[in-house]
């Protein structure tokens, strides 16, 4: 069975920081990759997405991820974060069914 | 409906008791799942549906849960005998399953609590 890992439970940042949040998983195939996004007090809205093609990818509010198939890693940037990013960040994959497999989630602060 | 809808928002049961918890997809999608979402965790999968069969429901933990579909569009997840255990945070997502693309939209969960 496939697993994901995030690295950093939460993550403290000066308004202006650039951020990375790491994200690695276990399946050796072909996988759909995603990140979503909790906002305080709602609920899980995706925030970017993986299936094929160019391995950089934009999402919304500036965020992007890179997918790299040797290091089976799809870390999350963004360069500038706003007190408003705070959130808690969730990596899942899609390997070869329909459900998806979540890491535990990195809450991120943002302090302004 | 714009987005995912999940009733109740919040219930509060005794252990032993019997919980019904409902989901309303995002119109026209086929695909319906539930999950799990514990303190500190991410969500974990229950069970899938596409149309009103549940294709996979190697995720729910044991006997006492149990979902159903219908009609294709609502669904509900039942849960017996209710545990402490059981407290959790459960959360229904749609998808249209494009093959090979499709995309889980979340509904705002609905947090159950055994006491």
């Known amino acids: 069975a496939q697993s994901v890992s995030q690295h950093n439970h939460h993550v403290i940042l000066s308004e202006a920081a650039s951020l990375e949040l790491g994200c690695n998983y276990s399946y050796g195939g072909t996988v759909n990759l995603f990140w979503y996004v909790q906002y305080p007090g709602q609920h899980l809205q995706l925030l970017l997405k993986y299936f094929s093609g160019d391995p950089l990818v934009k999402g919304i509010k500036g965020f992007e991820a890179e997918f790299i198939k040797s290091k089976f890693s799809f870390n999350l940037r963004k360069p500038s974060v706003q007190w408003s990013d705070t959130a808690e960040y969730f990596c899942a994959v899609k390997a070869g069914s329909y459900q998806l497999t979540f890491g535990k989630g990195t809450k991120l602060s943002v302090i302004p | 409906g714009a987005g995912v809808s999940q009733t109740p928002s919040n219930k509060v049961t005794e252990k032993g008791k019997y919980v019904e918890l409902r989901c309303d997809p995002i119109?026209?999608?086929?695909?319906l799942y539930w999950y799990r979402q514990s303190l500190g965790q991410g969500p974990e999968f229950l069970i899938y549906?596409?149309?009103?069969?549940?294709?996979?429901d190697s995720g729910l933990p044991n006997d006492r849960f149990f979902a159903v579909r219908p009609e294709g569009s609502v669904s509900t997840l039942k849960i017996q005998r209710t545990e402490r255990g059981d407290s959790a945070v459960y959360l229904c997502?749609?998808?249209?399953?494009?093959?090979?693309?499709?995309?889980?939209?979340f509904g705002p969960g609905t947090r159950l609590t055994v006491l």
């Open positions: 119109s026209g999608h086929t695909a």
């Open positions: 549906f596409q149309g009103t069969g549940a294709a996979d």
């Open positions: 997502a749609s998808s249209s399953t494009r093959a090979g693309r499709d995309t889980q939209y």
